[in-house]
């Protein structure tokens, strides 16, 4: 919370205390309660101005303040200046805009005439709260969509390339069949997100792995993609609602550089055991999971990016979602975002084979997975990529995405 403003008589008091009394600063602080950095700016001042102690008798607060708030209304009165709340209201709408800041413009502009801050903000909400209107209106689902701004995004980093991008603006919708979140594409993708996403979930599907429903539509001339809310189901009345947690938190850790260690599929596979009612079907779908994303590239395949949910009391392991190819410039080496075996996060088949065992694979199987997803993969994803309306354009941008050469690059220790 902010500080309140300096009284006449303690800026009085604080020339008085250094000069005659010879008192230190943080003396003059227990003394005035006021902070080491006001103290300091308001004795500069005074130097400044050739001020010591005591003061000029004909130096009454309306012209000590004038000296010290030059060009501010320090006219002395028993009533508080009423900010122009529509004014204030109105500054409140631009980028990174602050009742704080904008209090602390309006004190140094009526120091002796303003309200603390406290006041300024109860004052200012009792206002607004007058100025709500609102027009009653029916909306019949699925008829309309409204898009609300989604504020400043989040900077997210570029595994690939180092490129500093905002987080991708989302939206909760609701038609009949229940809530959808919608997906839309940034002006700078480098292809259509949307429908390749999409694409990336039905090849997921044909390769054996569950996915959340998903659907592109159309507003305008932009695609967006609708994806279902696996966490909400519909019922008489409203939603029920699923208990759900992140990958992030079933490893206990967090989204930080240092934190990173505990970032590994394989340590997610141990957690499934301990918590999933079926452990060894959901360790079996992870493991096939991180097989589809090392031939995808997919490095966005954080911790977050993973979750489990529970209907009643029994956990499994959440539809897979946020499937996203991309196109690093090294063709010899890629990086999950999760560690997959003993190589580290390093994409190639012989590293998500040097763990199966913890996933409660045998070696055999293990590697019909590999083999398995990598060819289905290979020979089906443009196919499925067009079907989908992903343009010849984009396929050709993303099409070193998928087993790329260095998947299956000799290995000078193995």
């Known amino acids: 919370m902010a500080a309140q403003r300096i009284t006449m008589r303690k800026i009085r008091d604080i020339p008085r205390l250094r000069f005659a009394a010879g008192l230190s600063i943080r003396q003059i602080k227990d003394s005035t309660k006021v902070s080491v950095g006001a ?40 009533r508080f200046q009423v900010p122009d709340w529509s004014a204030v209201h109105q500054e409140l709408k631009r980028k990174r805009m602050t009742l704080q800041l904008l209090w602390e413009d309006y004190t140094g502009q009526y ?17 607004r709260s007058k100025q709500k209107r609102s027009m009653r209106q029916t909306h019949k689902a699925g008829e309309k969509c409204f898009v609300d701004y989604c504020g400043q995004t989040a ?27 919608a997906k839309f594409n940034r002006p700078d993708d480098p292809w259509n997100c949307a429908r390749i996403e999409h694409a990336m979930r039905i090849l ?11 659907k592109i539509t159309t507003i305008g001339d932009r695609d967006a993609l609708m994806v279902k809310r696996f966490d909400r189901e519909k019922a008489a009345g ?16 967090e989204d ?29 779908e992870l493991y096939a999971r991180m097989c589809f994303n090392a031939p995808i590239s997919n490095t966005d395949d954080h911790p977050r990016n993973h979750a489990l949910i529970a209907r009643a009391t029994d956990w499994k392991l959440s539809p897979a979602y946020d499937l996203t190819p991309s196109t690093p410039v090294s063709i010899e080496r890629r990086d999950l975002a999760l560690q997959c075996g003993d190589l580290g996060r390093y994409a190639h088949a012989n590293n998500l084979l040097s763990q199966c065992a913890r996933f409660t694979l045998v070696r055999d199987e293990a590697h019909a997975i590999i083999t398995e ?26 099409a070193g995405a998928f087993v790329y050469p260095g998947f299956r690059l000799p290995l000078q220790d193995q």
């Open 204 to 214: 997921a599907r044909f390769c054996g792995i569950e996915t959340a429903e998903s």
């Open 155 to 181: 900077p997210i980093i570029d595994p690939g390339t180092g490129e500093i991008r905002g987080a991708r603006p989302k939206a909760v919708v609701e038609d009949d069949d229940g809530l959808w979140i």
């Open 39 to 78: 103290i300091q700016k308001l004795l500069s001042k005074a130097q400044e101005l050739e001020l010591s102690w005591p003061l000029p008798e004909d130096l009454d607060d309306t012209a000590l303040a004038g000296l010290f708030y030059p060009g501010a209304d320090t006219r002395p009165s028993p």
């Open 238 to 253: 409203g939603y029920r609602r699923a208990h759900m947690i992140s990958g992030l938190m079933l490893l206990r850790t």
């Open 373 to 398: 997803m990598e060819n289905k993969i290979k020979n089906t994803w443009y196919e499925t990529a067009r079907r989908m309306g992903v343009a010849e354009r984009d396929c050709n941008n993303i």
């Open 111 to 127: 120091p002796n005439r303003c309200y603390c801050y406290s006041q300024f903000c109860d004052r200012y909400r009792h206002w």
């Open 256 to 284: 930080t550089p240092q934190r990173r260690d505990r970032w590994s599929y394989v340590l997610m596979a141990e957690e499934l055991r301990r918590i999933c009612a079926k452990p060894q079907q959901d360790a079996r």
